[in-house]
């Protein structure tokens, strides 16, 4: 695999931000999987948690060998604390960022990155696990897994103070950034659902929001594999459970 570390400019944020991405290497050191002659591979766009930025997963994972495993690329960018949302303020647009732009700016980049939706996937854990089932939702003629870690989707629930109020406004306005508001909006436009992934730890205080938005996923006709096992909002949780994500949705498999 190649490990490389982005900066790069992001017209739709005004700034330069960073990714870090892996990428499949094969035998004779081409980006690409053996045996193909042309390079192609799904790729994994896995965002991070509230505090993280776009190396930790690398530094708290093994999500270089899992990828390795599994034969994809994985970009992992950074969203500050925007809540890969485009924030009721108007400050930064991090959901039209990471949503739209970057997968486009990475296929500039890179060779062997597709469009195809069977080949763009999207994950995260808390906050990052909120961003990966909206926009698996939202856009799921674009990606079609969405693998969702100890997901915080209960943001309509969130304190009225400034820096909630500033990234989903207040009272009624925050209805189009839940999930219920995305999923009614896949439904209505008749979209694609994606394959989700949903898991969590039995010791963690989002347990039953996890609970609540697979019944609800479940409800309305989606394929869900929902894993729970003994654990809280840790690293150690994380780390196994996108193992096996990503070894349920191998290229051979699902």
Known sequence: MALIHLDFFSNVLGKCVKADVILPQNTAGQIGLEGSAEPEFPTLYLLHGMSDDETIWQRRTA?????????????????????????????????????????????????????????????????????????????????SRAICLSGAYSIEGRPFAPYWNAIFGEGEARTKHTIAFALEKLKAENRPKPLIYMACGTEDAL????????????????????????????????????????????????
């Open 207 to 254: 347990l039953g929001d996890s609970r609540k938005t697979r019944d609800a996923l479940i409800k309305d006709g989606f394929d869900v594999a929902y894993a729970e096992a003994p654990g809280g909002h840790t690293w150690e949780f994380w780390d196994s459970q996108i193992e096996a994500a990503l070894l349920r949705w191998s290229v051979q498999g699902e």
């Open 63 to 143: 999500i270089e060998r899992y990828a390795t495993y599994r034969g994809c690329a994985v970009v992992m960018p950074t969203s500050d604390l925007g809540w890969y949302t485009d924030m009721e303020c108007g400050y930064q647009k991090y959901y039209t960022y990471i949503a739209k732009e970057l997968p486009q700016i990475c296929r500039s980049f890179f060779r062997g990155m597709s469009a195809k939706r069977e080949l763009n996937w999207v994950a995260g854990l808390s906050m990052g696990g909120y961003g990966a089932l909206k926009i698996g939702l939202n856009e799921s003629g674009s990606f």
